[in-house]
Each structure stands twice: as C-alpha cells, then as structure tokens.
C-alpha cells in the first residue's frame, strides 16, 4: 500500500514522498468472536469472611489444645475452598459466554448461539453462594444478590451473580446481535 508522506515545504509548495507501507492484515470473524467483549472479576469477600473464622477457630483451637490430622485435614479443606471460590469471573465474546471461580478449577461455558433471553434479576437471600440449583435453574455465585439470568434454547435458565448486572446484560445483548 502507498502512503504519502509529507518532506519538505519550499515558497508555499508542499512536496510529498511516497512509502511503501505493509498492509494490516484484518481480523477474521472467528478472531473477533473469541475477542472478549466483556470480562469482570467479582471478589467473594463475603465467602472469604464465612471461610476465615471457622479457619480462625481451628488454628486457635488447635495451639491451645493439640493439633491433629483431622483439624489439618479440616484447615487444608477450608483454605482449598477459599482458593476455589475467592472470585468468580465472567467473560463474554462474540461465541460464548464462560465463568469460573478462582484460579479456573471450576469453569462453565454457554455458547451465544444456545441463548434465548436473557435479563437482570435479583436473588432470593436463601439461594446461597457457589454453584447451587435453584427454583429459578442453576446459580454460579460468590457475593451479593444481583444476577443475570440466561434462557437458553434448550430449556433450563442459568443465573450468573455479578455486581455490574446492567454492563453484562449488555455486553450479552451486544454478543447476541453479533
């Protein structure tokens, strides 16, 4: 591709050089389906506070009674639980739509395609946190009571949590129009 560039000015006449310039490839639509047009992190603070004081009581327990492989195996458990659920992240492209907890452990994906609908909602307080089925489909969440929930074609409705309901709903609306 020629380019122009401009060298040099002389009484009021502007000269141009001429570059060869290599050309940019473009994106291919499979490139821009799996470019991420949405990506949070939500922190499981409250998860994390519910882990730390039973981890608390058994490392007090444990230094002023006698410690035990049982309440080592109990401790490893707990902090192996904190490690899984300590965030829970939510990533959508132009083909899916995946969230996992933590360090990716546990991951769960939703093709565009598959999807129905898709809308805010609230969470009722006794659905919990984690992966739970719900009266309202599958739950993936670590903090708080707002959700996405997803229709799929296929039937069943999944709910994500989130703490940024209006900007994932959209970026899932975005997905859906292509």
């Known amino acids: 591709?020629?380019?122009?560039?401009?060298?040099?000015?002389?009484?009021?006449?502007?000269?141009?050089?001429s570059r060869e310039e290599p050309v940019q490839p473009l994106l291919y639509s499979s490139e821009l389906a799996m470019k991420a047009i949405y990506k949070h992190t939500q922190p499981g603070t409250l998860v994390l506070i519910c882990l730390l004081i039973p981890v608390l009581i058994i490392v007090v327990v444990s230094i002023l009674d006698q410690w035990l492989w049982v309440t080592a195996a109990v401790l490893v458990f707990l902090i192996a639980l904190g490690i899984v659920f300590a965030s829970l992240t939510v990533e959508v492209t132009g083909e899916r739509i995946a969230c996992w907890f933590g360090p990716g452990l546990i991951r769960k994906e939703w093709p565009i395609s598959e999807l129905r609908s898709v809308a805010m909602v609230q969470n009722?307080?006794?659905?919990?946190w984690g992966i739970r089925l719900t009266p309202k489909g599958w739950l993936y969440n670590v903090s708080g009571f707002d959700a996405v929930e997803l229709e799929l074609a296929s039937g069943p409705r999944v709910r994500i949590g989130t703490d940024e309901p209006r900007e994932l709903k959209a970026a899932i609306g975005r997905a859906m129009r292509g």
């Open 1 to 17: 591709m020629m380019r122009y560039v401009a060298d040099s000015v002389k009484n009021n006449v502007l000269f141009l050089t």
């Open 124 to 128: 009722r307080w006794f659905y919990g």
